[in-house]
């Protein structure tokens, strides 16, 4: 009987990983561990928190006390951890924030692990959920693969490469059961509207001005959100205990290219002229230190595990848009900030 904290659940991918979980292994508890930051909203679970085998904690990674008793009262037996600071911007604003949540926070994390876990490591699990930021950038050529040395250039990118060594030495140290993946840029439902798919939908809907950062001409390699979790599902259950595995879709975009994708799709959709919304687009400074390609060799989880995505870019986009254009309520309790009501309203009373 597998009981496991998944952390930063409330997040984007979180909330996906937290839902799968739920629904596809009914035998399990699954804790969903968030400390509910400005990027956690439960209202992300609204379909699934009556689940018998679903469970939430408001908890923060740094809070040593409030993990131990969660460890505790639940009998955690492994952990999928994803709580984070996420947010390249954010992290060139406040870098320490990054340094307290993704660096203290999993030292933290696995130290409550390691002690609880003590008496046979080889019952449990410390599964760490990275990014193909670690590795730096590409330039117009080449893949990151497994092996591709850590050269982060952002302070978020520092913070996930520190916490990716941290436990890689928790595994040699004191043979923690590890395994790590890193994944390249998520999209799809939930996406919190800081980031640039969410973003510029909500700006096209809107009206409001596309902002691309420099000459638009960055290279991100896009996996749909729900196919990440199904690639953390496999790992989970199927990685070799120690290992790294990288994950993405083999789906390079220039920005620029993508960004006139989807004006042209939500042109379509929203019954705009063509052309429409591509006016919106608005060049701007560019992001200090901005990475010019990201392009994930995917190729091991498929050899090895079998796992490959299950939608084309196209289809995930269109069913991406299709999802913000049906859940405006949602939209727009994020961005008016009501969503933070929402564990006030569901859960304080109780
Ligand atoms: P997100 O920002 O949407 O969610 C992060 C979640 O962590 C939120 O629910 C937040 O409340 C919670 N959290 C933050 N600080 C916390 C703390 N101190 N204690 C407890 N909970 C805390 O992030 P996301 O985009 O869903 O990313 C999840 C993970 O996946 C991160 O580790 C990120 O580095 C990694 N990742 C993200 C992407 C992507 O494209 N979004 C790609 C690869 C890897
Ligand atoms: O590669 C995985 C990473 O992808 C994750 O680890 C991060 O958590 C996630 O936020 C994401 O990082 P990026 O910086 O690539 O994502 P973002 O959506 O912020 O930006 C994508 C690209 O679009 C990047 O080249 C910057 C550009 N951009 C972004 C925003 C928000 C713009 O041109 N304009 C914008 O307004």
Known sequence: MKHIAITGGAGFIGSH??????????????????????????ENLKDIEHSNNYFFEKVNILDTAALQAVFEKH?????????????????????????????????????????????????????HVSTDEVYGALGDTGFFTETTSYHPNSPYSASKASS??????????????????????????????????????????????LPVYGDGLYTRDWLFVKDHAT????????????????????NEWKNIDLVKLLCKLMDEKLGRQQGESEQL???????????RRYAIDASKINTELGWKPSVTFEEGLSQTIDWYLQNTEWLQH??????????ESMYEAR
């Open 17 to 42: 990983v937290v839902r799968l979980f739920v629904t596809r292994y009914p035998q399990y508890k699954i804790v969903n561990l968030d400390a509910l930051t400005y990027a956690g909203n439960l």
């Open 75 to 127: 009998a955690i037996t492994d952990v999928i951890h994803l709580a984070a600071e996420s947010h390249v911007d954010r992290s060139i604003v406040s870098p320490l924030d990054f340094v307290y949540t993704n660096v203290i926070g999993t030292v933290n994390l696995l130290n409550v692990a390691k002690d609880k876990w003590k008496e046979d490591y080889s019952q449990h699990l410390f599964y």
């Open 164 to 209: 990716d060594h941290f436990v890689r030495a928790y595994a040699e140290t004191y043979h923690l059961q590890t395994v790590v993946s890193n994944c390249s840029n998520n999209y799809g439902p939930y996406h919190f509207p800081e980031k640039l798919i969410p973003l510029f939908i909500n700006n096209i809907i809107n009206k409001k001005p």
């Open 231 to 250: 690639a953390i599902d496999t790992v989970f259950h199927r990685g070799k205990i120690n290992d790294t595995y990288n994950i993405g879709g083999f």
């Open 281 to 291: 687009i608005t060049y701007v400074k560019d992001r200090p230190g901005h990475d």
């Open 334 to 343: 994020v961005t008016s900030g009501a969503y933070q009501h929402y564990y």
